[in-house]
């Protein structure tokens, strides 16, 4: 897989990118972690995925240069690497029609149903990530 962030030719690097964020899940994912970072256990209790999809959807992204990771402790969190990719989704859904609140309901909040300490204020945790 490429890195989306250094194009060899501008058509191919454009299709690749569609390509990349073209699957609905990573659509989602982009949405959720473009108003902050978030874990796979959250993901996959906001998303309602299987955290091994998750995992893959996740490893996509990241290897094209679109999502990054890092550890705080047993947790890992994705954020987006390049925030103008929200920028692009964005743009798309004005172009069908979606309205900002529609797009708002994938925004990251806090959810009982996941462990990790941003959801979890007594410090439960959740599981390690991949």
């Known amino acids: 897989m490429t890195n989306i962030t250094k194009p060899d ?3 191919e690097g454009i299709s690749e990118l569609f390509r ?5 899940v990573r659509v ?7 108003s902050g970072e978030a874990c796979v256990c959250h993901l996959e209790a906001y998303l309602g995925e299987r955290q091994a999809a998750i995992s893959q959807h996740l490893m996509v992204l990241r290897d094209s240069g679109i999502v990054q990771k890092h550890r705080d402790g047993r947790n890992i969190y994705y954020r987006l690497a390049r925030p ?7 743009e798309a859904a004005s ?6 609140e529609e797009l708002n ?3 990251f909040k806090p959810t009982s149903l996941c462990g990790c300490p941003k959801c ?9 990530s991949p």
Request: glycine share 12%; with cysteine; proline share 5%.
């Open 120 to 128: 979890n204020l007594d410090g439960a945790g959740c599981k390690p």
């Open 95 to 100: 172009i069908l029609g979606i309205t900002s």
């Open 84 to 90: 103008e990719i929200l920028e692009l989704v964005h």
């Open 20 to 24: 990349v964020i073209g699957q609905p």
């Open 105 to 107: 309901d994938f925004i």
């Open 28 to 34: 989602r994912i982009l949405l959720v972690i473009g």
């Open 9 to 11: 030719k501008i058509d």
